[in-house]
């Protein structure tokens, strides 16, 4: 069982709402943060013989387990889960938004892409004003104009048929009980609510989420929502359909298409239409330590297993491959070396990935992203001091990119859940409305999410050449979301499920805990705690007051800029250890959120 301790440090720092949330450039290279912190809080790894589920909120986790003790599968638990996380954790997820799905069972991976999907009546000038320039992000993501077709239920009743074990309608259940008797309000989601500006704006959120002098409902307000309820239970009795046609789809599209001054273009047909994706993940082995792994994660759209694996090559060839922790925290030395070849990492990422069925991989095999051969050669770019210039590499001599590279940007949202059942299947799954509480639409009790704000704001370059993520119709933007399952690559035995919510961070919160767990020899929770670090193709990001004044400055000296702030990860994991002779899983939850891990 779990042990849920909160000791949330900062809660009244993190209530202050600072004009930079909204004032800073959208543009720059600097990772906005997809949620405030709220202060940390102790976690204790907990261990598991058989089975078991961590997620981003105690009532999530408790229903997956409960899932699991009635004999459910890790995809039964996940269903179960996602449902309540997007009642007690709306600003993260829910049904409005999309997920990327990982699923084992054995050696077998499959990756089930639910990721929302531009309106057809979408452009690429879509996130322009009517001057030809970006739009300030939240003028583009307050209202309809970025509600992309919502993904992830659709994409749940694919895997369920076939890897579920209960019957669909058994997995609403919890969630329909919360959100008819209430769940109490925690200290994370009020500081989310009480700092937001603009979920009030919207009449039916203002009316659930607030009081009527516009205060958010206290700490431990027990929080009912009998529209969510009615909707969850139509759709365990009739099936997906009851979303996505009906009464609760024609909601959603007059709510897009009607809001008084930011409409968008979501309609019937789209939401008729979506289909969820099934495609083949993304994997490649990985020495460290002088141990391989078989990493698998998703493709394209989401640059997440490209970036993680690109990073973990490149990083072998510097001084960081080899280098231990210094008084429990990476070195000033790896740190930049990280920097560098994040930097590579994150041009690669601009110039080449977005949705497969509109954008070839280079060579037509991700994989040449993935080469040695390529790694070895853009590793040579890492030097003593900051480079001045980085550009794309090309993995693939005899093919010149068609496209322009992506102009730095915001980018949000996603939770994240990992699941291991006692019968050889396991779950990563990381799921998203984008923005904290997505385009502040409310609907039947759900918000729908602002995800086409993915997209590039910016379509094509001066020259008019087109960049590879600009919206087009029915296109899937680019994620940073990258759910993970790790393997022994000759016994084929699971041996770990991890992922991250952040934003662009999820890459550097999650290759942290992979550095932490393979390299590092750490405990899962050792690396969950370790600070987190990143860069996404600008200044390095350290979070803020974990690293010494002298670290900061020896950084410095080489010439990079150094930012310090709240890095809000959520990462969780589950991993095959033995511990006092037993072969076990040892679950662990960021202590950065609300996350709790349930076994048995």
């Not at 001599?397 to 940007?409: D, I, K, N, V």
């Not at 904290?436 to 008019?464: I, K, W, Y």
Request: proline content about 8%; aromatic content about 8%.
């Amino acid at each position: 069982m779990g042990v849920w301790l909160w000791a949330v440090c900062t809660l009244g720092q993190a209530l202050e709402l600072t004009s930079s949330a909204t004032t800073l450039d959208p543009h720059s290279a600097a990772p906005l943060q997809p949620e405030m912190a709220t202060g940390w809080r102790a976690q204790i790894e907990v261990v598991s013989p058989h089975w078991a589920v961590v997620a981003a909120h105690p009532l999530a986790t408790q229903a997956g387990y409960d899932i699991l003790q009635a004999g459910g599968s890790a995809l039964d638990a996940a269903v179960a889960v996602q449902m309540v996380l997007g009642l007690v954790e709306p600003q993260s997820s829910g049904l409005g938004g999309g997920a990327l799905l990982l699923h084992s069972q054995g050696t077998q991976v499959q990756a089930f892409d639910g990721r929302e999907t531009a309106p057809a009546a979408a452009r690429e000038n879509l996130l322009l004003n009517a001057q030809g320039q970006p739009l300030p992000f939240f003028q583009a993501v307050v209202g309809g104009r970025a509600v992309g077709t919502p993904g992830v239920l659709r994409m749940l009743a694919l895997a369920h048929q076939q890897h579920g074990q209960l019957p669909w309608a058994s997995l609403f259940e919890p969630a329909i009980r919360l959100a008819t008797q209430g769940f109490a309000i925690s200290p994370r989601l009020y500081a989310q609510l009480k700092a937001d500006p603009y979920l009030r704006l919207d009449p039916t959120a203002r009316a659930y989420f607030y009081q009527v002098d516009g205060q958010p409902h206290p700490v431990g307000h027990r929080l009912r929502n009998p529209p969510l309820a009615q909707l969850l239970t139509r759709i365990a009795q009739e099936g997906v359909s009851a979303f996505y046609s009906g009464e609760v789809a024609q909601a959603m599209v007059d709510k897009v298409q009607h809001h008084p001054s930011n409409p968008g273009h979501l309609s019937l047909d789209d939401l008729a239409h979506y289909q969820p994706v099934l495609r083949e993940p993304l994997c490649f082995v990985q020495g460290v330590a002088q141990r391989r792994y078989r990493i698998c994660g998703f493709p394209p759209p989401s640059s997440g297993t490209v970036a993680i694996g690109q990073l973990l090559g490149l990083l072998q060839y510097t001084a960081w491959g080899h280098e231990p922790l210094r008084d429990g925290l990476p070195t000033p030395e790896g740190l930049h070396d990280y920097s560098e070849a994040s930097r590579l990492v994150y041009a690669d990422r601009a110039q080449y990935v977005g949705d497969p069925a509109f954008v070839s991989a280079p060579g037509g095999d991700w994989q040449w992203l993935l080469n040695p051969d390529y790694l070895r050669e853009r590793s040579r770019l890492i030097g003593p001091t900051r480079r001045p210039q980085v550009t794309h590499g090309t993995p693939v001599r005899a093919e010149l990119s068609q496209f322009a590279p992506s102009l730095p940007q915001p980018e949000y949202g996603t939770s994240h859940l990992s699941i291991v059942d006692g019968q050889g299947h396991a779950v990563a799954m990381t799921t998203t409305i984008e923005s904290a509480f997505g385009a502040r639409q409310m609907v039947h009790g759900f918000l729908l999410n602002n995800e086409l704000t993915d997209f590039s704001f910016v379509p094509r370059n001066a020259q008019g050449q087109a960049v590879a993520n600009r919206v087009e119709s029915g296109k899937r933007p680019r994620s940073s979301m990258s759910p993970l399952l790790v393997f022994d690559p000759d016994s084929g035995e699971l041996l770990m499920s991890l992922g991250s919510p952040g934003g662009e961070m999820i890459i550097h919160f999650t290759t942290k805990v992979l550095l932490g767990l393979l390299q590092w020899g750490l405990t899962p929770q050792q690396a969950l705690d370790l600070p987190n670090f990143g860069n996404v193709g600008g200044a390095m990001v350290l979070e803020t007051q974990r690293f010494s004044a002298a670290s900061l400055g020896a950084l410095r000296a080489r010439g990079g800029e150094v930012q310090t702030r709240d890095l809000t990860s959520g990462a969780g994991v589950l991993m095959r250890q033995v511990r006092d002779g037993r072969l076990v899983w040892v679950g662990a939850s960021d202590p950065r959120r609300e996350g709790l891990v349930m076994g048995q």
